[in-house]
């Protein structure tokens, strides 16, 4: 999954789609689960812009974090905003990627092809879905006033696991975790707009356990105005950002 935009912890809880499985039903308006990802699939070369929402809770060792973020994508001018309030800003203008978080402040880099693809919100739940091994039909439900179909996505967790390596650079590592056994609850759910096939929206929510402690994460990211007009604006803040020669993901 290349959703890396808020670094390695969204990326492993992309990944960690894991055995926990529910009923559901066997078609929907003539499709199976599996025909409705497939069309969710190809649909995604038909996306040029969206605008987005994201919410992540999370609960670490006792500790609460909550975030909001919004922003926009232009695929075909390859511009991006993200903000995440205090805790992340990303944009994407004229060929350059800016960053800024509170102890770093504004950074930029010239944008690579990979860096892109790296931010490719929509891309990147597109990697999820192509690794499916099980979908479950739950219903239709409306997202932002919109008929969607929803479905329980079941991924396979060893091609995640090796492609989130691919990303952050692991690949060639022998790293053993036995990650059934980390994740104690999982649910991946995408609700899936009728008629266009457009993944409108996907909502992770799971419990796991590292090094005898629990983290539990809530992740929910929903795309809105598909193929209408958007504007992308470097704040004005950001115009003396310093310049990087390195992936700005590399401070961490």
């Not at 599996?34 to 809770?57: F, P």
């Not at 192509?130 to 439900?141: C, H, T």
């Not at 629990?214 to 990211?221: A, F, L, R, V, W």
């Not at 598909?226 to 470097?234: A, D, E, F, G, R």
Request: hydrophobic share 45%; net charge negative.
């Amino acid at each position: 999954m290349k959703v890396k935009i808020l670094g390695t912890i969204l990326l492993c809880t992309a990944l960690m789609v894991g055995a926990v499985s529910c009923g559901g039903i066997s078609e929907i308006d003539g499709m199976t689960g599996e025909e409705l990802l497939d069309q969710v699939i190809a649909a995604e070369d038909s996306i040029y812009t969206c605008k987005m929402l994201m919410t992540i809770d999370m609960d670490m060792a006792g500790t609460s974090i909550s975030m909001d973020g919004h922003g926009a994508m232009d695929m075909n001018a390859r511009e991006m905003s993200l903000d995440m309030g205090d805790f992340m800003s990303v944009y994407i203008v004229d060929d350059w990627i800016y960053m800024n978080q509170s102890f770093l402040g504004w950074v930029k880099m010239e944008l690579t092809e990979d860096m892109w693809e790296e931010n490719d919100q929509i891309g990147g739940q597109m990697d999820v879905l192509e690794q499916y091994v099980d979908v479950k039909i739950l219903g239709s439900e409306q997202v932002m006033g919109s008929e969607c179909y929803v479905a329980e996505v079941i991924p396979d967790l060893q091609a995640l696991w090796d492609l989130a390596g691919e990303d952050v650079g692991m690949e060639g590592y022998d790293i053993d975790i036995d990650l059934e056994e980390m994740i104690k609850e999982f649910n991946f759910r995408v609700w899936i707009e009728k008629g266009t096939f457009y993944l409108t929206q996907s909502s992770i929510s799971m419990v796991m356990e590292m090094f005898g402690q629990k983290m539990s994460m809530q992740e929910t990211i929903t795309l809105y105005d598909i193929n209408q007009p958007v504007s992308i604006y470097l704040p004005y803040e950001a115009q003396d950002a310093v310049e990087l020669n390195l992936s700005p993901w590399d401070t961490y």
